[in-house]
């Protein structure tokens, strides 16, 4: 068996990938404006940028000065798709899935609109997973229910965070209360904020029973220690961690179990479970924090790697052939044939259009030619580009799984299917609300 899963992988991944299709997450972010969408998204961008590139974020270099360089050379973090980079960090005291490895981070850029346009469609199908962002003060708010509600309707798996705890008034056991109540979410913390308003010091990993300390609590938080829980938050912490198990048995049969026998799960069994259950969209790990603290967006950097779904773990697309719409089977895998879906058409003021795609089988390379199933038209791919963090990126070949953007390519329409010829397959059209009809 060992054998056959050598062999299935080998078909999955291209011997020259730099990142395994496991270890790619296409996200999305989701909240109520103001919650700090906005500042989530710059800030995992500078981090992600910094340390990939660096190793680590150096003193002196600010969120400002790298969205200064990044308005200079004309990119904005509203484009359609932004790929970056991030390394597992061994961290002593705390446990992660995958320790060790590199990831990258596709943030495709969400909607937060009221209705099911197609944009929002489009947009929550070729993402994996959501980052969901709730005010600390304001809580459940009208648009996080719809951005919601979206995310249930196209079963994304999520991760809600619970931002701004550094504000007065900020009250994180409320905002979870109100995910399960108004939201009807199955919300547990991962990560509670430890303390709040001035006093918010860091966070506790419940599952670890650590303490994430920041050491400088400026804006910039870049500096933290692990270290054992602070007496007057422990009682609070083991509960939450109890609780967390409970939550996990009362859904996941091999937590069940152990249950049962009275045995205490491992942080590795616990973090296992809890990626079972997100991934089929049956729990919502919540984590608190402030998007103004380094180490507290790393934390939910290491969440998302963790928790969400690689475009191995969810079921792909259902395509069907596009005149006799008999199914066609897509199967996500490099060694595939070539098929994705186009979800943005997108000006840049540099390069001018650019056509977002999302691979779900085969791969592209710069000079392959293209067929577009609804023109029935060929066209050569002359230029691949990814926008990664802050510089837009020529790349020669886009595998399964992945995002990247087609530049010079004429006849395109957002929902197009792309394939290589000889493919008949369009990806199935979106589904919509039943139209009302009027009997008058
Ligand atoms: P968006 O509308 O969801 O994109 O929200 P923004 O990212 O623009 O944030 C709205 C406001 O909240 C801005 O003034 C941010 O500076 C502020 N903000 C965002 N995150 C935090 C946070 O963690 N703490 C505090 N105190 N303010 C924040």
Redesign the pocket.
């Known amino acids: 068996s060992e054998l056959l899963q050598t062999v299935k992988s080998a078909a999955v991944n291209s011997p020259h990938r730099t990142f395994p299709l496991e270890r790619t997450r296409n996200i999305g972010i989701a909240?109520?404006?103001?919650?700090?969408?906005?500042?989530?998204?710059?800030r995992i961008l500078f981090y992600t940028g910094m340390i990939h590139k660096m190793g680590e974020v150096h003193e002196g270099t600010t969120v400002t000065d790298w969205m200064e360089q990044e308005r200079e050379r004309g990119i904005t973090i509203t484009a359609a798709a932004i790929s970056c980079f991030w390394p597992e960090k061994k961290e002593p005291g705390l446990v992660k899935l995958f320790e060790g490895e590199k990831f990258r981070i596709n943030i495709i850029d969400t909607p937060g609109h009221v209705d099911f346009t197609a944009e929002v469609e489009r947009s929550l199908r070729v993402l994996d997973g959501v980052i969901v962002?709730f005010?600390?003060v304001a809580g459940v708010q009208p648009q996080s229910e719809t951005v919601w509600r979206q995310a249930n309707r196209y079963k994304v798996p999520r991760i809600a965070f619970v931002?701004?705890?550094?504000?007065i008034g900020a009250d994180f056991d409320k905002v979870v209360e109100e995910i399960r109540t108004k939201l009807d979410g199955y919300a547990w913390p991962v990560l509670l904020p430890l303390g709040k308003e001035d006093q918010l010091r860091g966070q506790i990993d419940v599952i670890c029973q650590k303490a994430i300390v920041y050491t400088d609590n400026d804006r910039l938080g870049s500096t933290y220690v692990i270290t054992d829980i602070p007496e007057e938050y422990q009682a609070v912490a083991r509960e939450a961690k109890a609780k967390l198990i409970a939550a996990l048995a009362d859904r996941d049969e091999a937590m069940a179990e152990l249950f049962l026998e009275e045995k205490e799960p491992t942080p590795l069994e616990i973090k296992q479970a809890i990626r079972r259950l997100v991934v089929k969209n049956e729990f919502v790990p919540v984590v608190g924090?402030?998007?103004?603290?380094n180490k507290?967006v790393q934390s939910l950097i290491n969440a998302v790697i963790d928790y969400l779904p690689s475009p191995l773990d969810i079921d792909p697309p259902k395509g069907q052939h596009p005149y006799t719409h008999a199914p066609v089977e897509v199967v996500v895998s490099d060694a595939s044939k070539f098929c994705a879906l186009v979800f943005k058409i997108w000006s840049d003021p540099y390069v001018g259009k650019l056509v977002f795609f999302r691979v779900y089988s085969g791969i592209l390379r710069k000079g392959d030619s293209v067929y577009n199933v609804r023109t029935g038209k060929k066209e050569r791919i002359s230029r691949i580009v990814q926008i990664q963090a802050n510089e837009r990126k020529d790349i020669e070949v886009v595998y399964s799984g992945d995002i990247a953007a087609l530049v010079g390519i004429k006849d395109v329409a957002t929902g197009d299917t792309l394939v290589a010829e000889g493919f008949e397959v369009s990806l199935e059209p979106p589904v919509f609300p039943e139209p009302v009809i009027s009997m008058a």
């Open positions: 909240a109520h404006i103001d919650a700090g969408k906005t500042t989530l998204t710059e962002v005010c600390g931002n701004k705890m550094d504000r924090g402030s998007a103004f603290r507290g």
